[in-house]
C-alpha cells in the first residue's frame, strides 16, 4: 500500500492538497488541531472555516486574475471551487458563499473520502522524521511550536502582518426607507441578479462625522512584540484607511460609483455596501469595514451610518496576526523546503494572500506530492497561467529582501509576444486570460499523458 502524504492543517490549502493527493489515488491524513487546540479566530471545528470575508472575490474570468485562477481551478478538480460554487450566494460578480455550508461540504467530502484520514490533533514542532512526505498548510495562524521549529531551522527571522475581520449584522435590523439594493453598475455574478448588495447612503455630513469618530476611537492595543508588524495593504482596517486621508475611504471601499440612491435619484457623497454571509440571506457583513476598534467604539460608530441606526450584530470585527515566510529565499519551485525537502509547504504561510491563493497553492502542493510519491517527473503548470505565475513568483519571482504577501494579479503574469496583436485594457487582459487556459489545458494533458 502506498505510504500516506501528511497534510498538516486542515484550512483551505490543507482541504485542497488532501483533496488532490487523494483524486490522484494517494492516501492523505489531515492533521487538524481544533477542537482540540483552537485559535484567535475560528469559531468551529469545520475544515476549510472562513474566518474572515465570505468571498472568493471577482469570478470574471477574462478581465480579473482572481476570476481566471477560479475557473483554473475547476478545470484541476478544485474542491474548494466545487464547494463554492455549490454553496454561492448573490454578490454581483464576485463568488460569495455560505459559510457553514461551503465548510461543510469540505468537510464531509473529505470525511467520506476512502482515501483521506483526518485526525485531531496538534503537531507541535516538525513533524516526525519517518513521515517522509508533508504538506504543512497551517495558514495564517500557524502554532507557535511549529513556527518556531521553521524558523530555527531555516534561520530565517519569522515575517508577520495583521489581519482585520469586518463586522455582521442581521438583515432584518437594516433600515431600508434608507438602505436599497443594487450591485455597483447593475452588475449581475454568480447567482446574482444585479441587486446584491445593500448600499447605504452618507451624505459630506454624515460622512465627515463618521470619519472624525473613526479617528478618535479607541482601539485594540497590540502587545509589545507586535508593534512593528505591518498590515497587508489588501486587508487594512477601516480605521486606518480613514487615517490615510480625508477622502480614502470614499475613493477606496466607499466609493459610491455606480449606484444610484433611489430616494435622492443621485449618487451620494460615499457609500457603505454590506455583502449577504449566509444562504438564508439573514446576515451580512461590512464590506471594507475590517477593524481593530475596540467591541463598544464599533457599534456605535457603525450605526452612525444611515440604515444601520438599528443594526444588530452577530459578529464585532477583529484582529489576529498572519505568518508568513520568506519562500522566494526558502521554498524550491515545487513548494518544498530547501533546508528539508520533506516538508512542502502551501496557503498563506508561503507569502500568497486571499482565500483562493491559499486554496491554490495547496492544489498545487497536492499535485506535486501525489506525483512525486508516484515516482513521476513534477511538471508546473507554466507561468502563463494563473497558476504558474503565482507560483513562479513566490518560488523566486519575488525579490527575497523585500517579500511580502500578495494576491493574483495580471502584472505577475508573463507580457504578450511582441508579435501579438495590441490591445489594452480589458482586451489585454482577455487574451491574456485566453492564453493561461489555453496553456493550461496543454499542462493538464501532458500531466494525464504522463499519469
Not at 475557473?71 to 464576485?94: F, T
Not at 467604539?297 to 444601520?308: C, H, S, T, V
Not at 503574469?413 to 493561461?436: E, H, I, M, N, T
Request: hydrophobic share 40%; charged share 20%.
Amino acid at each position: 500500500m502506498t505510504n500516506p502524504v501528511h497534510v498538516v492543517g486542515g484550512g483551505l490549502a490543507g482541504s485542497e492538497a488532501a483533496w488532490q493527493l487523494a483524486a490522484a489515488g494517494v492516501p492523505a491524513v489531515v492533521h487538524e488541531m481544533r477542537p482540540v487546540r483552537g485559535t484567535a479566530a475560528h469559531q468551529t471545528d469545520q475544515l476549510a472555516e472562513l474566518v474572515c470575508s465570505n468571498s472568493f472575490r471577482s469570478d470574471d474570468a477574462e478581465h480579473n486574475a482572481v476570476g481566471l485562477l477560479h475557473e483554473e481551478m475547476r478545470r484541476c478538480g478544485s474542491l474548494i471551487l466545487a464547494a463554492g460554487d455549490a454553496h454561492k450566494l448573490p454578490a454581483g460578480g464576485a463568488l460569495a458563499v455560505d459559510r457553514d455550508g461551503f465548510a461543510g461540504e469540505v468537510t464531509a467530502r473529505l470525511t467520506a473520502h476512502p482515501l483521506v484520514e483526518i485526525v485531531r490533533d496538534e503537531v507541535a514542532g516538525l513533524p516526525p522524521e519517518d513521515w517522509d512526505s508533508v504538506i504543512v498548510a497551517t495558514g495564517p495562524l500557524t502554532s507557535d511550536a511549529l513556527s518556531e521549529a521553521v524558523v530555527a531551522l531555516t534561520g530565517e527571522a519569522e515575517l508577520a502582518f495583521f489581519d482585520a475581520i469586518a463586522p455582521i449584522v442581521t438583515k432584518e435590523s437594516v433600515d431600508f426607507s434608507k438602505a436599497w439594493f443594487q450591485s455597483r453598475y447593475d452588475k449581475v455574478g454568480p447567482g446574482g441578479d444585479g441587486k446584491d448588495y445593500i448600499n447605504c447612503p452618507l451624505d459630506e455630513d454624515v460622512y465627515e462625522a463618521f470619519i472624525a469618530a473613526l479617528l478618535a476611537a479607541d482601539k485594540v492595543a497590540f502587545h509589545e512584540w507586535e508593534g512593528k508588524t505591518p498590515y497587508f495593504e489588501g486587508c487594512l482596517p477601516i480605521e486606518v484607511m480613514a487615517s490615510r486621508g480625508h477622502d480614502t475611504l470614499r475613493y477606496g471601499p466607499m466609493k459610491p460609483v455606480g449606484l444610484t440612491d433611489p430616494n435622492t435619484g443621485r449618487r451620494a457623497h460615499a457609500v457603505l455596501q454590506l455583502r449577504q454571509d449566509n444562504a438564508l440571506g439573514t446576515l451580512y457583513n461590512l464590506v471594507g469595514c475590517q477593524t481593530k476598534l475596540k467591541y463598544g467604539e464599533q457599534a456605535n460608530i457603525f450605526r452612525m451610518i444611515p440604515g444601520l441606526e438599528k443594526a444588530e450584530f452577530a459578529r464585532l470585527g477583529g484582529i489576529h496576526r498572519n505568518t508568513f515566510m520568506n519562500s522566494p529565499r526558502l521554498l524550491d519551485g515545487t513548494l518544498r523546503l530547501k533546508a528539508m525537502p520533506r516538508l512542502r509547504f502551501a496557503g498563506q504561510i508561503t507569502g500568497v494572500e486571499g482565500y483562493v491563493e491559499s486554496a491554490a497553492m495547496g492544489l498545487l502542493a497536492g499535485r506535486f506530492a501525489a506525483t512525486e510519491r508516484a515516482g513521476g517527473e513534477i511538471a508546473a503548470p507554466p507561468v502563463t497561467t494563473a497558476l504558474g505565475a503565482l507560483l513562479s513568483h513566490i518560488t523566486g519571482g519575488a525579490d527575497a529582501d523585500s517579500f511580502q504577501p500578495m494576491n493574483v494579479n495580471f502584472g505577475l503574469f508573463p507580457p504578450l509576444p511582441k508579435d501579438s496583436p495590441k490591445a489594452k485594457g480589458r482586451d489585454r487582459k482577455r487574451v491574456v486570460a485566453r492564453r493561461a487556459l489555453t496553456d493550461l489545458e496543454g499542462w493538464l494533458s501532458a500531466v494525464r499523458a504522463a499519469a
